[in-house]
């Protein structure tokens, strides 16, 4: 398989800004969906279905979580002598402070382990990307086009995030890639989702070390557009980008409407780490309907429309409805819940009622009492 001749390269800092609620203690990598699963399981898993054997994660700061999780890599069978998972913490390079403050910046700093790691290709990808792609054929299709890169798009409405690809459709290149405004009109936008030769790799980045600021969707990318062929992958799998708090809720809801089926796929299973945990308990008067609801969950109350992560306790006479609930958090009885998304170890004491909408759910973080 020729992904095993492939370096992947994960960001698990980058657009941490734009879901600041969630990230103010962790990675985007490391932030909680559906249930049981963080959001780097999802391009980690989908490297590790195609063959690519070893993966270095780009980190920044507030990355303990994202450590813990990820451990040595047994989960994804990445627990290896050779090759296997590396965490890339922040490198000091020339007059750098080594706190990167921008993708070029992070990947300058492990240019040392891109260049020793033996691969002839390299592989990106971002963490806030909830998706299921065939990365094998995506590998296959860029070896076979000869392209020198290769980016993964969508066609849709466009993401705040997400840069737009203009293609030169007789050519079969992109020869445009720039910001864009929103709107409801679909558009071709990235992924951030990026392959190309590690020799290339290593001549871009060391041309464009020379300039003032340099950045990667800039200078690598955008100021290369005419001189290098650059082509599209469009992807026809499940994918959706995460770009603020709002998205990151209208995403899990989606779960619950027939995305879910998209997403978990038998052929290209989504990997996580093991938390051996009881099957969930429903009293006698509980009612749950059109949710996903974890191990280690106790359900005693009323659970309409959610997603409970694992041990989260619905008390008797606890009403939660619309809602992303995540691990071990606690609704005491009486309490009523409606459009909220509350993170790790929250309690709700009794009769409490939180609501909000579905364009502005409420947050609540961790640790907190209500």
């Known amino acids: 398989m020729r992904a095993s001749n492939v370096l992947g390269i994960i960001y698990s800092n980058v657009y941490d800004e734009y879901i600041s609620e969630l990230t103010g203690i962790r ?8 249930g049981r699963y963080r959001l780097i399981d999802f391009c980690l898993s989908g490297m590790v279905n195609c063959g690519i054997t070893k993966v270095g994660v780009s980190t920044k700061s507030n990355y303990r979580s994202l450590m813990d999780h990820l451990g040595s890599g047994k989960p994804w069978d990445l627990s290896r002598k050779r090759g296997g ?6 490198f000091n390079v020339g007059d750098s402070s080594g706190v990167y403050s921008h993708r ?3 990947l300058r700093g492990m240019m040392n382990y891109i260049s020793q790691s033996g691969k002839d290709y390299v592989l990106f990808s971002d963490c806030n990307v909830v998706c299921n792609i065939d990365y094998e054929k995506f590998i296959e299709t860029h070896i076979g086009s000869g392209a020198d890169i290769t980016i ?3 066609r849709g409405v466009k993401p705040a995030i997400a840069n737009i690809m203009t293609f030169d459709l007789e050519k079969d290149r992109i020869v445009e890639a720039r910001t864009g405004e929103l709107g409801t009109q679909a558009k071709n936008y990235s992924l951030n989702i990026i392959i190309m030769s590690r020799a290339l790799l290593e001549r871009l980045v060391n041309s464009a070390a020379t300039l003032t600021d340099a950045r990667f969707e800039n200078d690598i990318i955008a100021g290369n557009t005419k001189s290098l062929d650059i082509r599209g992958y469009k992807v026809e799998e499940y994918a959706e980008m995460i770009d603020s708090l709002r998205s990151y809720y209208d995403i899990s809801m989606r779960l619950l409407s027939g995305a879910r089926k998209e997403l978990f796929k038998k052929d290209r299973p989504i990997y996580t780490k093991v938390r051996d945990d009881v099957p969930a308990i429903y009293g006698v008067c509980s009612k749950a309907s059109n949710s996903l609801i974890a191990d280690g969950c106790v359900i005693k109350g009323t659970v309409e429309n959610c997603i409970l992560f694992r041990g989260v306790y619905i008390a008797e006479d606890a009403v939660v409805k619309n809602s992303v609930i995540m691990q071990d958090s606690y609704i005491s009885s009486g309490a009523k819940l409606n459009c909220a998304i509350l ?6 004491r009794p ?3 939180i609501s909000g909408a579905e364009s502005y ?9 209500v």
């Open 27 to 34: 990675t985007m990598g490391s932030v909680p969906f559906a």
């Open 85 to 90: 998972l590396t965490l890339l913490p922040p």
């Open 104 to 106: 070029f910046e992070a």
């Open 152 to 154: 993964a798009y969508k």
């Open 343 to 348: 993170d790790k170890n929250v309690v709700i």
């Open 351 to 353: 009769n409490r009622e």
């Open 361 to 369: 759910p409420v947050y609540i973080g961790k640790n907190i009492t």
